[in-house]
């Protein structure tokens, strides 16, 4: 007999997903992480490693898994443009392939299961903010197309489960989140500049730097996920997370570079194809079905993800290789 939750979470050594175990524990639940270390770190869960109700497996969920449990958090995909386009036939697997076994798995075991699902499905979008209702505007054979196109199509996946075999799913859309632990090479904005900052670099600003994007803190990422698992009205989703205060990327430069004191430079480079102008959530729906909303903002946010960037430099090199699993 089980008397704790046994929850699964597939990426669970990375940036989004090590967060999500150390909470769930924190809920008193039993906790299987999988994942294959592609850009995930043994060093994320290292701590958890001594709790007795947290279990590692080292896995593909492009191949089926076979485990007992109530709940899945399918986080198992590449977040970064440097890390889902460094080998995009992948990242389409783990997106169509690794949905088809979860959702399997859920199927069999009967559990509930929640998709990490993304803003990009909405592409470069014509319509701002965006919510839910929105379809999207999405090239589907340019660069970042394995990963939209992917994600997409897990969505599909996700409601037709549900519609054919009455899974009980839920879908967040995660807009841009950033905290401690993410990946200091991925090329994404905020590690990219903290990382350029403490390190005397350059800060590379792509086109004028007037895109905007919004952040949201890690902590308050996860408080959602956990909300629309735990929602109890049979809402599937999708529902957008993520904090819509806007700023541009050079305000974001600008910041950190306040807040690190640093020296560098900011320098301008062309746009990358397909980088969308504008994202920002509308998060209405997450507001009246969640009672959700972001409660840590930039300027609290910002320096403890700096904190985290320094210690990180301070370490020994051997830990911060690229592939540090
Ligand atoms: N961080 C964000 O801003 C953001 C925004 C939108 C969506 N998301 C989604 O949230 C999820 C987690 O993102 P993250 O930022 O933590 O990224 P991350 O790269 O840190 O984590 C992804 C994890 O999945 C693992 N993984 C990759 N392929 C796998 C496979 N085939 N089998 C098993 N494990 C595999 C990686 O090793 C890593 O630990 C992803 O699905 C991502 O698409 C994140």
Redesign the pocket.
């Given at each position: 007999m089980h008397l704790r939750k046994r929850v699964l979470v597939?990426?669970?050594?990375?940036?989004?997903?090590s967060f999500l175990c150390e909470r769930l524990l924190q809920e008193g639940c039993d906790v299987i992480c999988?994942?294959?270390?592609?850009?995930?770190?043994k060093r994320n869960i290292a701590p958890l490693l001594s709790n007795p109700y947290f279990e590692v497996i080292r896995?593909?969920?492009?191949f089926p898994l076979y485990v007992e449990v109530d709940e899945i958090y399918?986080?198992?995909?590449?977040?970064?443009p440097v890390?889902y386009q460094n080998d995009p036939v992948?990242t389409t697997?783990?997106n169509v392939h690794?949905a088809i076994n979860m959702l399997g798995l859920a199927k069999r075991v009967r559990a509930k299961i929640l998709q990490?699902?993304?803003?990009?499905v909405y592409g470069d979008p014509a319509v701002h903010p965006q919510t839910e209702d929105y379809w999207g505007n999405v090239n589907c054979t340019g660069l970042r197309s394995c990963?939209d196109e992917g994600?997409r199509c897990a969505e599909t996946l996700f409601f037709d489960y549900h519609r054919q075999h009455k899974l009980n799913i839920r879908v967040v859309r995660?807009?841009?989140?950033?905290g401690p632990r993410?990946?200091p090479n991925?090329g994404?904005v905020v590690s990219n500049f903290i990382m350029q900052a403490l390190t005397g670099r350059d800060i590379t600003v792509f086109g004028e730097g007037r895109q905007t994007r919004s952040f949201c803190f890690v902590d308050d990422m996860i408080e959602g996920f956990l909300r629309m698992m735990n929602h109890s009205d049979g809402f599937t989703g999708p529902v957008n997370l993520g904090n819509p205060h806007e700023f541009t990327i050079l305000e974001l430069a600008e910041r950190v570079i306040r807040l690190t004191g640093s020296r560098s430079k900011i320098v301008f480079k062309p746009l990358p194809a397909d980088d969308p102008t504008q994202r920002r959530p509308d998060i209405s729906l997450a507001k009246q079905k969640l009672g959700w909303q972001p409660t840590i903002e930039l300027a609290e946010g910002l320096p403890r993800t700096i904190d985290f960037f320094k210690d990180f430099l301070k370490a020994p090199r051997l830990l911060q290789g690229l592939s540090h699993s």
């Open positions: 597939t990426g669970g050594a990375g940036f989004l997903g999988c994942d294959n270390f592609y850009t995930g770190s896995h593909d969920i492009t399918n986080l198992a995909c590449p977040a970064s890390h992948q697997k783990v690794g990490a699902s993304t803003s990009e990963y994600k995660i807009f841009n989140t950033y993410m990946h991925d994404r």
